[in-house]
């Protein structure tokens, strides 16, 4: 499979890097902790290879330590599920192409009301320091 950047100049300017406290605090509880190390790791990569890099679904799953089958679903194809859900990701029709963001956008409403409120309220904070 094809990794490549998903290029979006708005969220890249308002967002925030895949390695940021931000994602890991308020994108962490949402993605899920495999989603996000693999968000994490497929960005990283992307800077060592900006133009996109090829690789296999056996050698992600391998560096992450999760499970990968081509014969039932898997930690790396829920993972990627959920990336792709959430807009981390986005997926080619045919599977050979993941394009990855290397920022994520302010976490939406939607999945604030969803989280507990501590974090709500630290989120407040964050964004009023902003």
């Excluded at 950047?5 to 708005?10: E, L, N």
């Excluded at 009301?113 to 964004?127: N, V």
Aim: contains cysteine.
């Amino acid at each position: 499979m094809h990794i490549e950047p998903w290029v979006d100049p708005v969220v890249e300017g308002l967002g925030h890097p895949t390695e940021s406290l931000y994602c890991e605090t308020f994108w962490l509880p949402v993605l899920g902790p495999t989603a996000m190390w693999l968000t994490r790791m497929l960005a990283r990569d992307l800077e060592t290879n900006p133009g996109g890099f090829d690789t296999d679904a056996a050698s992600i799953a391998a560096r992450l330590g999760i499970s990968w089958s081509t014969t039932k679903p898997s930690t790396l194809s829920r993972a990627l599920a959920r990336c792709e859900m959430f807009g981390a990701c986005r997926i080619s029709a045919d599977g050979s192409t993941i394009a990855v963001r290397r920022a994520l956008a302010p976490l939406p409403r939607r999945h604030l009301a969803r989280m507990p409120a501590i974090l709500r309220d630290h989120h407040d904070a964050w964004s009023t320091r902003r």
